[in-house]
């Protein structure tokens, strides 16, 4: 290669930054591909902070995790989608896409959920479940394989949501195959240009019906997560008046009633089970009167008097009986809350006086509140709010302009490397282009989860969740955008097959364990390189695409 002034002028204008990598020696396309590297790096960084300052906003603090990272941590993601289907040779080229979006996709399904689970991990009791908020009561030294977290009801829905839009894949998926095994020559393992033109035209209508299809499920999931939030801000507000004795218990259990779903004769389940146990989880600890953590009968009494029971003496100690489910004289929480569900159930047997106030006394619960920068501490709460959106505003700002920038060098980089080393793209960007553009997700999955607590892990693997879910909507819109505009024929059976596997691994194992031990960490971690592994079989032993 020539000097520098030399490589400066070949590139496309004088004052072009960037250079052509083909014409770098192995030194300095090292040196570029760092830098570029680099760059994503901080610009994920001020990506992840600016997040994690709008949590301290309390109306948009729910859709931080599973709106704000997702979206924009797809972006680097989409760019490299885009960028690697511009050029000259796009059916060549675009594999590098293919590896940045199949390797953002697996990576934060596991990298991050393994650190999750690493940093995030308490002792478990002796039910299997994480002693939140009971750190103190742990023993000293507790197995590893004792430990682990828990997560929220927000996760399983989401994993679902997630599973579902990993079929828009098959809208151009199996159309594709159709096309590739009609255009196939035996006697050749080189593809004709005609045949490739030809599938691309079969391919075009499915790609346009994916991509309106990948749009609606973006647009669906951010429905979703407003939604959810909007659920999650109310109830707090409950809570919160809970706690500082505004609303009494009887008030509590009038807004729950609306809340959950109670039927006549089947137990509460699921998401209304665990709405219900965080409003009357306060008035356990309430008439907790000895703190032992347990109701006994008088205390029992004592809350069934406070709701106006119209039950005679007799009756009160048959339901106390009832409830007792093990025998042993006093209420556990799960027995108090099947109660509060059987008053729900029978409203007309309570009469609480009108102007009845039980005040809650303060007490701990695990989770944390947010710091505010030191240098915002001082200012009112208007200015402090606006001074938050502000440089929350910036910092997103200014990191998502870097990635735009930044990511179509990064493109061409990881393609030279992959024809230097004649390593098909698709290896080289999968392993490398994550790391570079999607570290605002792993810098936040680590934040979160050293909280220790559920809130945290639950926002933790909502970010991971609400990535995949972009990916499976937002980056494959684009690429199927490319597909049909630049008239690419689909030839990714294996990394399809690859993409949809872990996503089902992982999105089951969050619908059947929200509660996941050590152990579960290094099975989720393995799906890593075992995604790799699995498109290597399919391309090279059963020949696929």
Partial sequence: PGSSMEMLAEAPDGFWPFVEP??????QLIFVTLIYALVLYQASNLISDGSELLLLIPSVAGIVGSVFLPILGAVPDGMMVLFSGLGPDAQTQVSVGVGALAGSTVMLLTIPWFIAIVFGRVPLDAQGEPMYGKLQDAPKKVPALKTGIAFGEPIPLLAKFMLLTTLTYLIIQIPATIEEENAHDPQTAVVPVAMTDKEARGESVYAVIGLVTCLLGFVGYLVLSVTLSSTDTVLAAVIDGIKSGKISIAAALEFASHEVKVGMTAPLTGHDKKKLKTIIRPFY??????YDGKLDYTEFVHLMNDLGSKTNKEKL??????????KDGNLSFEEFADCVSEILKHPEEFEPAESEKIFMPAYDTEEEEEAVPDDLKNLNPKAQRRMIVLRASYMMGFGTCLVLLFSDPMVDALGEWGTRLNIPGFY?????APFASNASELLAAYNYATKKTKKGITTSISTLVGAGCMNNTFCLAIFLALVYVKGLAWRFKAETFAIMLIQWIIGGL???KPTQSLIYAFLILACYPGCLVVVYVLENIFMWD
């Fill in 22 to 27: 083909d014409i770098l020696n192995y030194g």
């Fill in 285 to 290: 600890h309430r008439y907790d009167h000895n």
């Fill in 317 to 326: 100690e048959k339901t106390f009986i009832d409830v007792d489910k093990d």
């Fill in 428 to 432: 080289v960007s999968f392993i490398l």
């Fill in 510 to 512: 969050a619908l059947v």
